[in-house]
């Protein structure tokens, strides 16, 4: 188990470090090489994310894949991002928290209204997501199934997804490494299936830092054949560019 301190991170990495308030939305390129840390200083109960290729919007990221190449919905540290072309838009280094949904898709008006109550005004994930997509000229049709980060989902008996009682303790974080230029968008409202009838997300905190180099022996690109493979696929799509830009 790492310590305290090796949490940390030094503040003359620190590229960028905000503040996201309960009930509101984020978006920023995350350049390749650097690492976005989400952390919850209140304890969370879960918020939606997305993230595309922000060089070319049209690859994104891919639900079905991520959890199909390794064998997992649930991710964790040592797990990866992958996007429609097969290719990792995201590692995660590290995580203290573990719980995290990639099946349960987002809130829109009509779960909130039926959370909420009919005329309630609060902001649903998907009305965060298009308000972010549209200053960066995107819209619904961008919007695909997204991940939940510090929300934990089960499967019961009889194939139904159900919220469980396990949230972010205060202080969690999960890092995030950016293996291409990334669009992150994240929307900090509650999870779709979080059964309380009280909308109160707390704030979480997102620190952009420079990381170092990956080394040969790096977790996340060598923790399996499919990674390895997905790695692959990803230095290859450098090459390719790097090719065409001489």
């Not at 990866?80 to 280094?93: E, K, N, P």
């Not at 965060?128 to 549209?134: I, Q, R």
Request: net charge negative; hydrophobic share 35%; with cysteine.
């Amino acid at each position: 188990m790492l310590s305290e301190s090796q949490f940390n991170i030094d503040p003359s990495l620190v590229i960028w470090d905000e503040i996201i308030p309960g009930g509101t939305y984020w978006s920023r390129i995350i350049k390749k090489g650097t690492t976005l840390r989400i952390s919850a200083p209140e304890g969370s109960r879960g918020f939606s994310f997305l993230c595309y290729n922000a060089d070319n919007i049209i690859e994104r990221y891919n639900t079905a894949d991520t959890a199909k190449i390794q064998f997992n919905a649930f991710l964790k540290k040592g797990k990866l991002l992958y996007s429609d072309m097969g290719r990792v838009l995201f590692s995660i280094t590290e995580d203290t928290c573990g719980n995290h949904d990639t099946l349960s898709g987002c809130s829109n008006v009509s779960t909130n209204s039926a959370k909420y109550g009919e005329g309630s005004f609060y902001r649903s994930s998907r009305d965060n997501f298009l308000l972010a997509l549209a200053k960066r000229n995107m819209g619904k049709r961008d919007i695909m199934p997204n991940v939940n980060w510090f929300a934990h989902v089960a499967v019961d008996s009889i194939g139904n997804l159900v919220w469980a009682e396990q949230m972010a303790s205060v202080g969690d974080f999960i890092d995030l490494r950016a293996e291409m230029n990334v669009l992150a968008v994240l929307s900090n409202t509650p999870h779709v299936l979080d059964p309380s009838p009280i909308y109160d997300p707390t704030s979480i905190q997102v620190t952009v830092w420079n990381t170092p180099a990956y080394r040969n022996d790096d977790l996340c690109r060598t923790s399996c054949p499919e990674a390895i493979r997905g790695f692959q696929n990803t230095d290859a799509y450098f090459e390719e560019l790097s090719a065409l830009a001489r």
